[in-house]
């Protein structure tokens, strides 16, 4: 199931119009640095904490534009979505703060503690087989049963919008930034980042980061077409086909997009919790692992990092329990 936009297009002023209408609704995330992990990377690095903003996920970004985007009449008959977790929390919240209600479809394997979220802001979750073609299934029933407006996860212009506001912010306060790294599962945080970025700083180069077991985005992004993946990788976040016109942008945007192995994202999840003192989930530690792997090489450079949630079971930490 796709999405019709608002818009047609992802552009700069887009970018800065969803900021406008969300800064009151979302956090202005910290960015955090270690003289540490940059004496270890070899250059200056910086993450933009978007596990600690509202639902512990980026994608409140996002999920906040489309909702407030909706004409009243469309958003009165309610949004719904299919997602394994963060979305789902995200457009819930939303929901909630518009006061409509939020139909959420979630795979059976979700994590335990991203239904939890999605219940906590009152979404009203139904569970599918976990495949791509029953969550689009069952989004197509909600849907047609409603009249709810669906809104992708990541096919969607307005969401790219709302997720590029990430990499506006942490340009405001580093617009001298010689790379920005960004995790890659659907894709629309990866479009909005490499849109925003290059619209502000032409030079700068936008780096892709996805596991090495969920590598559709790296075999799409050199084939010019997407390739289908079976994902299989602790990165729940990331198990995501990307989307189509999510690659278009960034095969146009995105310098390179380089994969990291399992062991390298429980290991830079482990390291950002000993130096910066935050809990950060799978998926959002893959640029970090990036640079723990040596996928990229900073050599004296400077990195904007995304850090991009911190939903996990504290009681299952990924160095804790066997695989």
């Not at 970004?61 to 004409?71: E, S, W």
Request: net charge neutral; with cysteine.
């Amino acid at each position: 199931m796709r999405l019709s936009s608002m818009s047609s297009t992802l552009t700069i002023a887009a970018i800065r119009e969803a900021h406008a209408r969300i800064a009151s609704r979302i956090i202005r995330t910290p960015v955090l640095s270690s003289e540490q992990l940059d004496q270890d990377a070899g250059g200056t690095l910086r993450f933009k904490c978007e596990n600690l903003q509202a639902i512990g996920a980026f994608k409140a970004r996002g999920a906040t534009n489309a909702v407030f985007a909706l004409p009243d009449e469309v958003a009165a008959r309610g949004v719904a979505t299919h997602s394994s977790g963060n979305h789902a929390a995200a457009l819930a919240r939303a929901a909630r703060l518009r006061g409509i209600p939020a139909y959420i479809v979630m795979p059976s394997n979700s994590p335990q503690q991203k239904i939890r979220n999605v219940q906590r802001h009152g979404g009203l979750i139904t569970f599918c087989e976990p495949t791509q073609s029953a969550r689009e299934r069952t989004s197509a029933q909600i849907v047609e049963q409603t009249g709810a407006a669906f809104i992708h996860p990541y096919e969607n212009f307005e969401v790219m919008a709302g997720q590029g506001t990430a990499a506006l912010e942490l340009l405001d306060v580093f617009p001298q930034l010689d790379l920005i790294l960004c995790p890659v599962g659907g894709g629309g945080l990866l479009a909005g980042t490499a849109v925003a970025a290059r619209a502000l700083s032409p030079t700068i180069q936008v780096i892709a980061v996805e596991p090495e077991q969920a590598d559709d985005a790296f075999r799409s992004f050199h084939a010019g077409q997407v390739v289908p993946q079976t994902a299989r990788t602790i990165a729940d976040g990331l198990r995501t086909l990307v989307g189509e016109p999510n690659l278009r942008l960034m095969r146009e945007y995105v310098h390179d997009v380089v994969t990291v192995s399992e062991a390298s994202i429980i290991a830079a999840m482990r390291r950002l919790w000993e130096e910066l003192k935050v809990v950060v989930e799978p998926s959002g530690a893959v640029a970090y692992a990036a640079i723990l792997e040596g996928r990229v090489k900073l050599a004296g450079r400077s990195a904007g990092l995304l850090v991009t949630g911190g939903n996990v079971d504290l009681d299952r930490l990924p160095w804790q329990v066997s695989p």
